[in-house]
């Protein structure tokens, strides 16, 4: 079993910034890429960032300069820093890990897992 705990959100004021974390924990072989993604009421989810193993990073042009993704590989954390948050920016943030897993002599995936998201609020 592998489960993504994510950590870090909560109500900040325009223009504030906020440091989400992602905890990947179970029984996992290696990390492929890492992503957080968004959904904000009555919208579609959306990606918001995304790392690859070589940390190569890319962003929805809507928060770039202003978010950013890192990883440390041997904590299995994913975090994204936001700066100069807007209100909307206001979302559930979820984190994304496709990972390969440990099974009985063999190793499974590479497959998709999620978070059960945390909450920013940007309002003043």
């Known amino acids: 079993q592998v489960q993504l705990v994510e950590s870090g959100g909560g109500l900040v004021q325009p223009g504030g910034s906020l440091r989400l974390s992602c905890v990947a924990s179970?029984?996992?072989?290696?990390?492929?890429?890492m992503d957080w993604y968004r959904q904000a009421p009555g919208k579609e989810r959306e990606l918001v960032a995304h790392?690859?193993?070589?940390?190569?990073?890319t962003y929805a042009d809507s928060v770039k300069g202003r978010f950013t993704i890192s990883r440390d590989n041997a904590k299995n954390t994913v975090y994204l820093q936001m700066n100069s948050l807007k209100p909307e920016d206001t979302a559930v943030y979820y984190c994304?890990?496709?990972?390969?897993?440990?099974?009985?002599?063999?190793?499974?995936?590479?497959?998709?897992?999620w978070g059960k998201g945390t909450l920013v609020t940007v309002s003043s």
């Open positions: 179970g029984s996992i072989f290696s990390i492929n890429a």
């Open positions: 790392i690859t193993s070589d940390e190569d990073t």
């Open positions: 994304n890990a496709k990972l390969t897993t440990k099974g009985v002599g063999i190793i499974l995936g590479p497959r998709d897992y």
